[in-house]
């Protein structure tokens, strides 16, 4: 079958992208490991020991950070839809966020542990249909956002990709009510053509 000119102007793009390059150098299972380590360096948030969901984990790269940063002194929950190869000291759910079940299953392995950090970079696959990819970013950023209300401790933080589009603003508002700061920035990893952007909670109230 022919290759369709948009697959071949995202494999070029794919190859000569330097953040594919420093990704394989580094043993980074994916380039999306420089948009959290280029948020850190920009908040600071990461310490030695910290208790940290990732959701939206898999392939596993912003696990491979948390996991080199904490060692065995913390605690760090994963969960995706797809299935993800093992990461030493992470522990991995499989299943959709967006369901119930999968979250009593996430919040029983919790138990009593309070988390200091909650990352999500959970994207819906994109249908090219802007209204629904942005209602349905927006839905997993609600979640998240839930989520972290309930399980950070005093003080914790909160990082979460979203798309800017409708009811982001809105959004970023309902952040603030649960946060002392909020910024929201793009990475310089994050590619230009996407309409991605972070949200950044520091300090939970
Ligand atoms: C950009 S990738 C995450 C990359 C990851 N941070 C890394 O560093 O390797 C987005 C992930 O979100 C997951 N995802 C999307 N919707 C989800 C949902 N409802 N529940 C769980 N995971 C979801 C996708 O399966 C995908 O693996």
């Known amino acids: 079958m022919k290759r369709s000119k948009t697959s071949k102007s995202w494999m070029n793009e794919h190859v000569s992208d330097p953040y594919v390059h420093k990704a394989k150098i580094a043993g980074y299972r994916s380039r999306a490991a420089f948009k959290l380590l280029e948020a850190n360096e920009k908040f600071n948030f990461l310490t030695k020991k910290m208790n940290v969901v990732d959701l939206g984990s898999a392939p596993g790269s912003w696990s491979q950070v948390i996991s080199q940063m904490t060692g ?6 994963a969960l995706d839809l797809l299935e993800m190869v093992p990461i030493k000291n992470v ?19 919790l138990g009593k542990t309070s988390l200091d950090l909650v990352i999500s970079d959970m994207a819906p696959n994109i249908s090219g249909i802007k ?3 942005q209602a349905g970013i927006i839905h997993l950023n609600e979640l998240a ?8 401790k005093p003080n914790g933080c909160f990082l979460v990709k979203s798309f800017v589009g409708a009811e982001f603003d809105g959004f970023v508002a309902e952040t ?10 793009k990475p310089a990893s994050s590619r230009d ?11 939970k109230i």
Not at 72 to 77: D, K, S
Not at 145 to 152: E, P, V
């Open 91 to 109: 522990e991995f759910l499989k299943g959709d966020f967006r369901e119930q079940e999968m979250l009593d299953s996430l919040e029983k392995k």
């Open 193 to 203: 053509r996407s309409s991605e952007i972070f949200v950044f909670g520091r300090n």
């Open 131 to 133: 209204t629904s990819d």
């Open 145 to 152: 956002l839930q989520f972290s209300t309930d399980w950070l």
């Open 176 to 185: 603030r009510k649960h946060f002392e700061k909020v910024t929201t920035f």
């Open 72 to 77: 065995c002194n913390g605690n760090i929950f």
